[in-house]
């Protein structure tokens, strides 16, 4: 029996992935979530962002078998606080798609999901392309809970055409790595 008014973010995504395993559909959790989840939850989410490449009918059909309510885009329970969202594919960040994802196993099941250097880089797009300097400060929070590869990150940064913008975060990086020291 779930209890939906105290599930975490975490085993929600875990629930919600196997149950649409167990109907043949693939979700990858992406979003403000896998920053809640890689930040050990410096961050906290207040929805589920997925991207499936199924039909929504499908995907409505089991989340309303578990007690979740279609509005609009979104799907929420009545006793849980979490919402939860399909976005359109293709998994992407900026220009880049992205095709290699992280498997994590929670107690409701496991989670395919953004890796931690494609949660950076989404969080970084948010800021080089519309300077949501929230954006940075979640960037950093990952990377201090994370072991990211950097260099993949600034690959990506300047094939994005924001050199610039990253050498300012890996600034604030390295300010914010001294402070937690």
Same mark, same amino acid.
């Given at each position: 029996?779930?209890?939906? +008014? +105290?599930? $975490?973010?975490?085993?929600?995504? *875990?629930?919600? $992935? ?5 109907? *043949? ?17 410096? &961050?906290?989410? /207040? ?12 995907? +409505? +059909? ?5 007690? @979740?309510? %279609? $509005?609009? =885009?979104? @799907? &929420? /329970?009545? /006793? ?7 976005? !359109?594919?293709?998994? !992407?960040? *900026? #220009?880049?798609?992205? $095709? ?8 409701? *099941? ?5 890796? !931690?250097?494609?949660?950076? =880089? ?6 080089? &392309? ?14 201090? %809970?994370? #072991?990211?590869?950097?260099? %993949?990150?600034? #690959?990506? !940064?300047?094939?994005?055409? @924001?050199?610039?913008?990253?050498? #300012?975060?890996?600034?604030?990086? =390295? ?7």
């Amino acid at each position: 029996m779930t209890n939906w +008014k +105290k599930i $975490s973010l975490e085993d929600l995504a *875990g629930l919600i $992935s196997d149950e649409l395993k167990k109907s *043949g559909i693939e979700a990858i959790l992406v979003g403000g979530a896998c920053v809640t989840i890689y930040s050990s939850n410096r &961050y906290q989410s /207040h929805d589920l962002d997925f991207v499936s490449y199924e039909d929504l009918r499908k995907i +409505k +059909k089991v989340l309303t078998e578990i007690g @979740f309510k %279609e $509005s609009g =885009k979104s @799907f &929420y /329970h009545d /006793h849980c606080k979490w919402i939860v969202e399909f976005v !359109a594919p293709p998994v !992407a960040v *900026g #220009k880049e798609i992205i $095709s290699k994802f992280k498997t994590m196993k929670v107690p409701t *099941g496991s989670i395919k999901m953004i890796r !931690a250097e494609d949660s950076v =880089k989404d969080r970084l797009a948010s800021y080089f &392309y519309w300077n949501d300097r929230q954006g940075v400060e979640q960037a950093i929070d990952i990377c201090l %809970e994370c #072991k990211i590869d950097i260099k %993949e990150v600034k #690959k990506w !940064a300047q094939n994005e055409g @924001f050199k610039d913008k990253f050498e #300012k975060f890996v600034e604030k990086l =390295k300010k914010a790595t001294k402070h937690t020291d």
